[in-house]
């Protein structure tokens, strides 16, 4: 069965700090992946999307970036942190129009 | 892009009780999934139902994709159905799902 990591579940990290989040998905190939944030206040919104390895599209233009450097591995980044990008970030994968998330990890931005 | 709105935001039930949660979009889509997020913010699939009616336990969804709406059952609640209840859809050209804002529901001993 397909099961996806995130790491790591909670990160508190000073404004200007860089950021690195990771997300990993077993048990499928060449799934398409997704990183979401969800503000406080419920929403979710998509941030960036991949469809396969190096292939990476942004939803909303901003202060972070996504790499996919492996099939099954999708990594989001930032180089310097803006109190802005405190939230929780959740990466998914796809099968057959279907998405399935992660645990999500918890940022705050001090 | 595409309008999606929950109703009601927030809902208070007795544990037994049902419930009917409601969500509205405003373009065809060609995926309509349901989540429950926990407590720990975990989202946790319900149905993938961009059109039709399943069931699954005490849970059941139905899409009426034509009118552009979709319904959640809950019936027998019980005190671990607590969370917020997320409607998210995706138009038949696009990628992202489009969250609603969700339904918070909160069930009482």
């Known amino acids: 069965s397909q099961t996806i990591h995130q790491w790591p579940a909670t990160l508190v990290q000073p404004v200007g700090s860089p950021l690195s989040l990771e997300c990993t998905v077993e048990?499928?190939?060449?799934?398409?992946l997704y990183w979401y944030r969800q503000a406080a206040g419920r929403g979710l919104q998509l941030l960036f999307y991949?469809?396969?390895?190096?292939?990476i599209s942004s939803e909303v233009p901003q202060n972070l970036s996504a790499s996919r450097p492996q099939d099954r591995q999708f990594i989001l980044s930032s180089k310097k942190l803006l109190l802005s990008d405190s939230g929780f970030y959740l990466c998914?994968?796809?099968?057959?129009?279907?998405?399935?998330f992660g645990p999500g990890t918890r940022l705050t931005v001090t | 892009g595409i309008q999606v709105e929950q109703s009601p935001p927030d809902l208070i039930l007795q544990e037994g009780a049902n419930s009917t949660l409601r969500c509205n979009f405003s373009?065809?889509?060609?995926?309509l999934q349901w989540f429950h997020q926990n407590p720990w913010g975990q989202l946790i699939n319900l149905f993938y139902?961009?059109?039709g009616t399943k069931q699954n336990g005490r849970l059941s969804a139905t899409t009426v994709a034509t009118e552009r709406y979709s319904l959640l059952y809950i019936s027998s609640s019980q005190t671990t159905d607590s969370g917020v209840y997320f409607c998210?859809?995706?138009?038949?050209?696009?990628?992202?799902?489009?969250f609603g804002k969700g339904t918070s529901l909160l069930v009482t001993p």
């Open positions: 998914a994968w796809e099968t057959s129009y279907e998405q399935y």
């Open positions: 048990g499928t190939s060449n799934p398409n």
């Open positions: 991949s469809v396969g390895i190096g292939q």
């Open positions: 373009d065809s889509v060609n995926n």
């Open positions: 139902i961009p059109s």
């Open positions: 998210a859809v995706r138009r038949n050209s696009g990628y992202a799902l489009n």
